[in-house]
């Protein structure tokens, strides 16, 4: 409803609160209501507060308030997308029909082009002209919508990820980053792929973009929804020959004969029910019988099972598969006959679920006349991550630490507590215990005694540019003066300053733009975020002189942005203040709002936040050179903070780097 009226979600709370005509809601809970679409559209066109209902929204809502579930209606508006991609004139011919017409006319041409792009048999079953009916208002919208959006695959694209996005609990979805690291580890150009456990196809959609259009890509998973929408969604991005089954894997491997050039693969973590009674003689598991607690372990087996010889296959991992006993005798095995490769352990938040750090194994199918590999690759990623650096992990940093040690094995001893090859032999004990930290020695913050040495110097130079900095003595001012005192909304409705909100955009396609987060102001540090993908949408953009304020927390914070963080996007839970600099001065205004007392009027309290007001912040009418005189106190006031952070973190960094130094024997206790 929001969306509708383009309004915030609290608007419309309100509207149900005051108003009595207010749609009847149809269903859900009653803390989660559903609304009919056609009562929403009437009441707010009375209201005079919908003017035109935007043709995105209109396709989601059809999507939502399809009968049969939003699932049928992606995959029936992905049918009908691909007959727009592949035979847009056969579309346009059929959807000049009415709808009683159209639906007699349209599974026809569906049965046509899907059994041109997936042949027979297929996970996308061709909908009759029944299932059809109650979808076609959806279908000529999205047809109209690929128009607008530039192509049946943005279209499509769009619908699905609006639907992911609403149900985030329902799916266990791989990033991008984490996609596009995997098919780079599987290799350049392969022209057959399966991804045994596909979901939603992020895997192979990451894969297409390097696979050989000649080639084939195989998908496969247990929910039949899934794998239809996996394959429309790969027949929309690429060329290359597409065939998925709905079966459960392990149980009814849809690809028995296959051996492909490589494998990606997100399998399903701890399950216990994956058919261990029945597939105790199953001829995949070739380097042991796996326990009924070692599902991450028969996943790796079928995916061993399923590659040529010298064949590739990257799978992401439960960290506790990597040293669990139950599975040590089946890693022995693996690392004997040269089938495992490497073993890179992510941050956490690399992919759900986002509180544990996951790891990547690598495996090559050995062939019968090669030789198995004398070393395991250990990469540890966790230290590419800043504090703090979980909400949006750095993609590219960690693209680059993995791929470099992955494409360089064997020709260089590594990096220090990132990546090292080890002897096979030397892992080959009671434990078999493959965690990456065990076999990588984290390094001391300044890296040696002389790194420690530089880190010192910094901290010294640093100390003594803070007592630079020091404040002078405060000078009395002989009680509070009474001063005309105004208000950021006064001021905002005055014009002498801009409000906005932030937590709003997208970035183009292949375009990151970074974005100075919550975290970023709270610390002092540089934007650490970047936008996502998705259709576009203009996010705020920072100035030089802006003022960003966090709103949750009940802290008092101000920043100025200054050149470097200048043309950034504004994150979530931040306001901008953007003042006109002939009526107001910016470290002026940030200094009055980080007043306690300031802050304490301007906040409100809930059961597990606190919010801030900023039109509710107050500061006092000043002249502008006044102002000034101010503002310079405050900048440097703001410049003494910054010293005092480094001189912390330098001194955490040399302590720290201290003690692991003398423990580990790198510095002498002299």
Known sequence: MARLAGVGRAAVSNWRRRHADFPKPVGGTETS????????ERWLRDQGKLA??????????????????PLTALVHAGCALLLVHERPTGWLERSALPDDRLADALPTALEEVLTARFGTPRSVRTPTAADLAPSLPLLRGAAELAAQLGGARQAFEFLLGRHLDANPRQYTLTPPGLAELMAALAGPSPRTVLDPACGTGGLLRAVDRAVDRAGTLHAQDADPDLAALTALRLALHTSAEIRTAAADTLRRDAFPGLAADAVVCHPPFNERDWGHDELAYDPRWEYGFPARTESELAWVQHALARLRDGGTAVLLMPPAVASRRSGRRIRADLLRRGALRAVIALPAGAAPPYGIPLHLWVLCRPGADQRPAPELLFVDTTGVVPDGGRDKLPWPALQSAV????????DHPGVPGVSRSVPVIELLDDDVDLAPARHLPVPA????????EAVRDRLGATLRRTMELTPPPAAPAGGAAARPLTTVGELARAGALQLRAGGAGTAPSGHPVAVLTEHDVLAGTAPSGTLPDGPPEEPVLTEEGDVVVPVLGGGSVARVVDAATAGVALGRNLQLLRPDRTALDPWFLAGFLRGTANNRRASSYASTATRLDVRRLRLP???????????????????????????????EQLVQGLYDGLADGTVLPE
């Open 445 to 452: 913050p300044g890296g040696s005694a002389a790194g420690l």
């Open 52 to 69: 035109e209902v935007p043709l995105r929204e209109r396709v989601w809502q059809q999507v939502t308030a399809h009968p049969a579930g």
């Open 403 to 410: 791929l470099d040690a992955w494409r360089g094995r064997g």
């Open 33 to 40: 209501p559903s609304f009919a679409l056609a009562d929403v």
């Open 621 to 651: 009418r000043l002249p502008l050179a006044e102002q000034h005189r101010y503002g310079e106190r405050f900048r440097a006031l703001a410049e003494f903070e910054d010293a005092l952070r480094l001189a912390g973190r330098l001194g």
